[in-house]
């Protein structure tokens, strides 16, 4: 499973770290959500990997790392994705008034001859 998980990240980053780098700006928000995916689901697996583990301690009951899973990173996580979630709309609100400003979609503002 951990192995699987690590792939995953690995995948997500290098595809958003491409995605970064080409000269087009919604290229470039969408490899911003891919590296926000990426760092979710790093944060979420620094939490313990474990199915049919309790998030929570029952009442009276003592904590034990080994039967419980770690609520943090789950709580980390959500508020990642709220935040980058309005990030994103925000980039896409630019990247539409500055396309109508200058007529591209070109990072640098002027489309390039070949």
């Known amino acids: 499973m951990e192995l699987v998980v690590a792939i995953g990240i690995g995948v997500l980053t290098g595809s958003g770290v491409w995605l970064l780098l080409r000269p087009r700006t919604f290229q470039v928000i969408m490899g911003l959500s ?29 904590g034990d790392l080994a039967t419980h899973a770690d609520p943090l990173p789950q709580a980390l996580v959500l508020t990642a994705i709220v935040i980058s979630f309005a ?28």
């Open 34 to 62: 891919l590296l926000s995916y990426a760092v979710n689901l790093f944060i979420f697996s620094t939490g313990g990997l474990r199915t049919g583990a309790a998030p929570v301690l029952e009442p009276g009951g003592v």
């Open 87 to 114: 990030t994103t709309a925000l980039f896409l609100v630019v990247l539409l008034a500055a396309r109508g400003l200058t007529g591209t979609d070109h990072v640098d503002g002027r489309e390039h001859d070949r």
